[in-house]
Structures are given as C-alpha cells and as structure tokens.
C-alpha cells in the first residue's frame, strides 16, 4: 500500500514537470490547429472583418486552382531531394566510418551547412548560380558548355536548382544519424563476412545496408515530412519565382495567408497539406514491414 503512495506521488510530480511543456502544444499547436479547421469554412480575411461560413467553397476552389496543381508539381520535384540527400550522406558514412585523415573535420565541414543560417546559405548559393559571372556556370564555359543554366533565374531549372541546395543542406545532418548507426554495427560480423570472401560492396548491400534500415526509416519520414514544410530557404532565394516555378505547397500557404490574407482559403490548403503528409506517413509506416529489419 505504501508503494502504491509513493508511486502515486512520483505519477504526480511527473505530471508537474510535464505540465508547463502540455500547456504549450495545447496553446500553440492544438488551439490554432482547430481554429484553422473552422476558418477552412469561412471567407475570413485580415481586411474583411465581416466574415461568414462559406462551407466547401475554399475546398472548390482549390480544386479548381490552377496555381494550386502546380505547387504540387514542385513540391514532388523538391521531394527528389530527400532520397538523393540520404543516399549521398550513406556514401559519405560509410568513407567516414574507415580510417580517414582529418575524419573529425571532415564530419564538422559536411555538417556545417545544416546549422548555418538559412539567409547566408541562400545568398552563397545565389552567387555561386548567378548566370552571368557565377563561378559555377563560368566553369561550365570553361569546359566547353557555351549556353549554360540559368538555375534560379530560368523557370525550367530554377526548382532543380532549389533541390540542390536542398541536397547540400541536409546531407550533413543525414550523414550524422548514419554515421551514428554504422557504429552500432558489430565488426565481428563484417569480419566474418570478409572471411568468407564477400566483397566489399556485397557486404554494404547485404550486410550494413539491411542493418542500418531502421535508421533509413527514421530519415525517409522525418525528411518528407521536414521538406513539405520547408519553404524559408525558397522565400529567401526566388520568393517563389520566376513565375511561380518554385512555390511548393508550404509556400504556398505562406502566400495567400500572409501575402493576399486570405486565412480561410489558406486554412483549406493547410489542411490538404496535412492530410498529405498523413498519407506519405501512413503509406510508408505500412509499407516499411517488408523493408525495414529491427
């Protein structure tokens, strides 16, 4: 009986610790989540406080957006940088789980770009892509390409160039949990394996690969998940542009909430972009039974 008491007590002071963080989520997270939810169903603008229920049109009228579908379009071309980013940073990983010269700075400089400011990045990568005097496209005429991209500046290769970026800035933060689980893996088994006269590149894909699995799972969810909602690296580089070639779908939002005010018409896009994401995450947490081995 005492044990239950004290039990009891430490449930409490737990409950008192965790308090302050429940209040949080509930104020910031769970309150505008169904403010939002309702706004989805109104006209609700900042410039009109006269706002009434509307019920679906915010949902008609997306489906009928042309702008709409079209940041879609690049946010599925902004994807590509996930599985990209992951399979340059297990590369990475892998190079720098040996005996490497200067491992520890190497591993700084590839993680660097990940807790660097999100303005300096986007403006070394504006002037690395300037299409006139940018050192990238003077190399490409150095080497013989006479008309080179223009990256940001063209709409045909200004998302490309976006998920570039994109690429450089996760591959490090990636390449730091892969690093972390290769480390876990027992050199006994590789050693055994090498034994038996596996190559190098049989044991990576029968051996380390499956074994870091887990840690693939973890990075292919939590990195689309990171990506749909990322939009301040875009709005700081192109702001969406040129003609609308680089609004993903967060971005999206951002603008007709806070560009054109229109919350309710935001507030519908927001919630499509949950349900998204619910979906990708549902749809791989599903499908990671067959792939992925604890």
């Known amino acids: 009986m005492k044990r239950r008491s004290w039990m009891e007590r430490q449930g409490w002071i737990g409950m008192t610790f965790i308090l302050p963080n429940m209040i949080g989520i509930l104020l910031f997270f769970v309150i505008p989540a169904i403010y939002s939810f309702v706004l989805m169903f109104t006209n609700y603008q900042f410039s009109n406080p006269n706002w009434q229920f509307t019920g679906l049109d915010n949902l008609k009228q997306l489906f009928h957006d042309d702008n709409f579908y079209a940041s879609i379009k690049y946010t599925m071309i902004f994807l590509i940088s996930v599985p990209v980013s992951m399979v340059l940073a297990f590369i990475v990983a892998l190079f720098l789980n040996r005996s490497v010269y200067l491992k520890g700075l190497i591993r700084g400089m590839f993680f660097l770009p990940y807790i660097s400011s999100g303005v300096a990045v986007a403006f070394v990568w504006m002037l690395l892509f300037q299409p006139s005097q940018g050192p990238i496209n003077e190399m490409l005429r150095w080497i013989g390409i006479a008309s080179p991209p223009g990256w940001f500046a063209d709409t045909d290769t200004a998302m490309y160039a976006i998920d570039i970026v994109q690429i450089w800035l996760m591959l490090g933060y990636n390449m730091i949990i892969y690093l ?115």
């Open 180 to 294: 972390a689980a290769l480390q876990e893996i027992s050199t006994e088994q590789l050693e055994a394996a090498r034994i038996d006269g596996a190559s190098t590149f049989k044991i990576t894909w029968k051996i380390v690969w499956p074994l870091v699995s887990p840690t693939t799972f973890l990075l292919m969810i939590t990195g689309l998940i990171m990506t749909m909602k990322s939009f301040s690296i875009i709005q700081a580089i192109t702001a969406g542009g040129p003609s609308g070639s680089t609004t993903v779908l967060s971005l999206f939002v951002y603008k007709t909430a806070f560009g054109y005010y229109e919350m309710g018409y935001a507030s519908a896009i927001s919630w499509f972009l949950f349900a998204v994401i619910l979906v990708i995450t549902v749809i791989q947490w599903v499908g990671q039974k067959r792939w992925v081995h604890y």
